[in-house]
């Protein structure tokens, strides 16, 4: 054995508390909401990114040309 000692053992696998009440009383019940507000919230990373917009809905789609006159004008309109 290489002579470690359990305090050694104890003190590696002792964490700082994630929550900690400082003043009042809570039930059980409170600190699990809390717990699983708190865990929801760091779990959430980064917002999903806006879906892209559709070609239809744009706007600058519906600004047309303007109406050219003169012979054959009709038959350009309808490009």
């Known amino acids: 054995m290489t002579g470690s000692s359990s305090s050694e053992a104890d003190e590696s696998s002792v ?38 917009r559709s070609e239809w809905s744009a706007r600058h789609r519906l600004v047309r040309g303007p109406h050219r006159h003169g012979p054959g004008a009709w038959r350009a309109s309808a490009r």
């Open 15 to 52: 964490e700082t508390p994630l929550l900690r009440v400082v003043a009042g009383d809570p039930t059980p019940e409170e600190l699990a909401a809390l717990v699983a507000v708190v865990a929801a919230s760091a779990s959430g990373g980064t917002p999903d990114a806006p879906a892209p």
